[in-house]
């Protein structure tokens, strides 16, 4: 059960912001979404995560919606080196089964030259 | 640079036979989890370590297994494999506290 659902796929001129959208309906109330992104054949590396509040940092904006059912990832001024898929998570902490990532597919961000 | 070392980067192994795959965490880094990931799917937990103990385990068999170390490394074992274990293995770390997780670059492993 990955809780999120976000598009398949996206374009982006390069030089443009990239909004990638994340719904998580079913999200508890302490459950934080993490985003990650995987270039081809490496690992998930960390983006921004948030509970409710919106975050900023120097890759990206992280903007929750105030119910929190969903969620928007913003890369300011995309490259074609974030060409990647990214993934939006929600953290569930469990004293049974750790603090586990739920990912589900992702969306495969293509940034056009 | 990541920080999270795996080791070997791919493996070909035979239906049935058993695999170790290795992690080595950075310094601090007592909280490890792997991930498996088929071509083309999300990562899915398999299991979580803290302090060389258990204390998470996603929808796998009994059959993957593990194993954590005082200096930061961990082992990821499954045993009897099948053809539909193929895939990307991940490792990734933090230390108590810590938001996010590091991932290393995964072991392929291919089962023929």
């Known amino acids: 059960d990955a809780k999120t659902t976000q598009p398949p796929s996206m374009d982006c001129a390069e030089g443009r912001a990239a909004n990638l959208p994340c719904n998580h309906s079913?999200?508890?109330?302490?459950?934080?979404v993490y985003w990650y992104r995987q270039i081809h054949s490496q690992g998930p590396q960390y983006i921004i995560h948030?509970?409710?509040n919106n975050e900023t940092n120097e890759m990206a904006s992280l903007i929750i919606t105030e119910d929190r059912k969903s969620s928007t990832l913003i890369l300011p001024h995309a490259t074609l080196r974030d060409t990647a898929v990214y993934y939006c998570?929600?953290?569930?902490?469990?004293?049974?089964?750790?603090?586990?990532?739920?990912f589900g597919t992702g969306t495969s961000l293509t940034v056009i030259p | 640079e990541t920080g999270v070392t795996q080791s070997p980067t791919h493996l070909i192994k035979t239906r049935g036979q058993q695999v170790t795959l290795r992690c080595s965490s950075q310094?601090?880094?007592?909280?490890v989890s792997w991930y498996q990931q088929a071509l083309g799917q999300g990562p899915q937990f398999i299991f979580q370590?803290?302090?060389?103990?258990?204390?998470g385990r996603g929808n796998f068999p009994p059959r993957f297994s593990g194993l954590q170390f005082p200096n930061y490394s961990s082992e990821l074992n499954v045993n009897a494999l099948e053809l539909d274990d193929s895939a990307l293995y991940l490792c990734?770390?933090?230390?108590?506290?810590?938001?996010?997780?590091?991932f290393g670059s995964g072991t392929r492993l291919t089962v023929v």
């Open positions: 998570i929600v953290r569930v902490p469990s004293s049974n089964t750790g603090n586990q990532f739920y």
């Open positions: 990734a770390s933090r230390n108590r506290g810590g938001y996010g997780y590091t």
């Open positions: 370590y803290y302090r060389e103990e258990e204390n």
């Open positions: 310094s601090g880094h007592n909280t």
């Open positions: 079913t999200i508890s109330g302490n459950e934080y």
């Open positions: 948030g509970l409710k």
